[in-house]
Nanobody, 114 residues
Framework: QVQLVESGGGLVQAGGSLRLSCAAS????????MSWFRQAPGKQRELVAS???????NYADAVKGRFTISRDNAKNTVYLQMNSLSPEDTAVYYC????????WGQGTQVTVSS
């Protein structure tokens, strides 16, 4: 069984930074693409950033220049460094990994106060 466990969420003031982590564990041979999504209250879940196993990245326009996605293949872990946070970034952040199929984490709350 595969599990994704996120950590690093919390409450931060506008302009601050947070670093999210998501570790995949279980019967894993290889983790392919890994992504971060977020869902704000009353809104649809949206892609924030993704990274391939080889390190190619993709970002939503809203976070370009502020967020950085990275991964450690040896640890099956993906990270999201979030800088210059604003209240609009407040959401539950979810990790997703493509292994033999798509797996989702349970989500971690990020709250940015003004």
């Amino acid at each position: 069984q595969v599990q994704l466990v996120e950590s690093g969420g919390g409450l931060v003031q506008a302009g601050g930074s947070l670093r999210l982590s998501c570790a995949a564990s279980g019967s894993i041979f290889s983790v392919n693409s890994m992504s971060w999504f977020r869902q704000a209250p009353g809104k649809q879940r949206e892609l924030v950033a993704s990274i391939t196993r080889g390190g190619s990245t993709n970002y939503a326009d809203a976070v370009k220049g502020r967020f950085t996605i990275s991964r450690d293949n040896a640890k099956n872990t993906v990270y999201l460094q979030m800088n210059s946070l604003s209240p609009e970034d407040t959401a539950v952040y979810y990790c997703r990994a493509m292994i033999t199929k798509l797996y989702w984490g349970q989500g971690t709350q990020v709250t940015v106060s003004s």
